[in-house]
């Protein structure tokens, strides 16, 4: 499956955005997706996770109550939508794809496919 995040770009802190990661080819239902963040110098972490069917979602701590995960299945799409963006948000947000997971897992090695990323922005 071939990932492409869009979506990114500059936003004062407070303010919001969506991500979305369109997939392509008719297997979308089969994997848990995520998302993931990297900011410079950082090693890249968990954001949130959906499951195939959608009815499961799992946030990393910093971001619960503020980001919301979902997905569309028929239009091969996750989304992420972030709310109350702080500066500390600011990162390349990748989204991805597991074929074998039962659940959301949370580890980088754990996805099978990645998009190309997308730069979030947060300014003070």
């Known amino acids: 499956v071939q990932l492409q995040a869009s979506g990114g770009g500059l936003v004062q802190a407070g303010g919001s955005l969506r991500l979305s990661c369109a997939a392509s080819?008719?297997?979308?239902?089969?994997?848990?997706m995520g998302w993931f963040r990297q900011a410079p110098g950082k090693e890249r972490e968990f954001v949130a996770g959906?499951?195939?069917?959608?009815?499961?979602?799992r946030y990393a701590d910093s971001v619960k109550g503020r980001f919301t995960i979902a997905r569309d299945n028929a239009k091969n799409t996750v989304y992420l939508q972030m709310n109350s963006l702080k500066p500390e948000d600011t990162a390349v947000y990748y989204c991805?794809?597991?074929?074998?997971?039962?659940?959301?897992?949370?580890?980088?090695?754990?996805?099978?496919?990645w998009g190309q990323g997308t730069l979030v922005t947060v300014s003070s």
């Open positions: 080819g008719r297997t979308f239902s089969r994997y848990v």
């Open positions: 959906i499951t195939r069917s959608g009815g499961s979602t």
């Open positions: 991805a794809a597991d074929l074998d997971g039962l659940g959301v897992r949370l580890q980088v090695p754990e996805y099978d496919y």
